[in-house]
């Protein structure tokens, strides 16, 4: 089974603090993506990354920011969180072919105080 | 740009009978693929069924099946004989090229719509 781990399901940060979002996947998956999740709006894109080093911004990357080092690990940066970044974070990943699902990790909920 | 739209916020179904759910896409690329994916309240998210456009034939997977209208540009998932546990919220998501054709994946989502399964 494909297994995309977030390192934290719970989150509390101060405004104002660098806050790193992890997730790493172990299908070596090419893709991987940040959505975040708000009441009423769905899922919106964050940031993609389709290669080691590769990102690209998705619809709403101000405010964050992303590293892929490694194949199987895709960071999440905020750098300096504001409360309006207070949300739910889901990390996916999937391989490039075009049938191919995304398996999303279970999700970090963020509460930036 | 790919839009996605559900227009139904909430839905209910009596247990054992049949629910279909709604979704209209738009799109300018010639090729793309439709996915449903189920959220219950723990949060994860499931995939449920893959449509592809030029697919022969609506995708069905159990008791998930997809009614595919492409002139409508419509991806609309029927639940069968509903369960209880599809109590949850559904999410319509598609994937497409952009102009240059490098969508590398990435999905857009619906708003999504939530069931609930009455006993």
């Known amino acids: 089974d494909v297994k995309v781990t977030q390192s934290s399901r719970y989150l509390v940060k101060r405004t104002g603090e660098k806050v790193f979002l992890e997730c790493v996947q172990d299908?070596?998956?090419?893709?991987m993506f940040w959505y975040r999740q708000d009441p009423g709006l769905g899922l919106r894109l964050i940031y993609f990354s389709y290669d080691v080093k590769m990102k690209e911004k998705g619809d709403i990357p101000e405010g964050y920011s992303v590293s892929r080092e490694k194949k199987e690990r895709f960071s999440l940066i905020l750098e300096s969180a504001s409360t309006n970044q207070t949300s739910m974070y889901l990390c996916?990943?999937?391989?490039?072919?075009?049938?191919?699902?995304?398996?999303f990790g279970n999700g970090t909920r963020l509460t930036v105080t | 740009a790919q839009k996605i739209t559900q227009t139904q916020p909430g839905m209910f179904v009596q247990e054992k009978e049949a629910v279909t759910l709604d979704c209209t896409y738009d799109t300018s690329d010639p090729s793309y693929g439709l996915f449903w994916y189920k959220q219950p309240s723990s949060g994860e998210m499931i995939f449920l069924i893959y449509q592809g456009s030029y697919d022969q034939q609506n995708a069905t997977e159990g008791r998930y099946s997809l009614n595919f209208q492409k002139a409508r540009k419509s991806a609309n998932l029927v639940i069968s004989a509903s369960q209880l546990g599809d109590s949850a919220m559904y999410f319509c998501?598609?994937?497409?090229?952009?102009?240059?054709?490098?969508?590398?994946?990435?999905?857009?989502f619906g708003q999504g719509t939530i069931l609930t399964v009455h006993p």
């Open positions: 299908m070596d998956h090419e893709n």
């Open positions: 996916a990943s999937s391989f490039q072919a075009s049938r191919s699902p995304l398996h």
């Open positions: 998501a598609m994937r497409g090229g952009d102009a240059g054709g490098t969508s590398y994946g990435k999905l857009t």
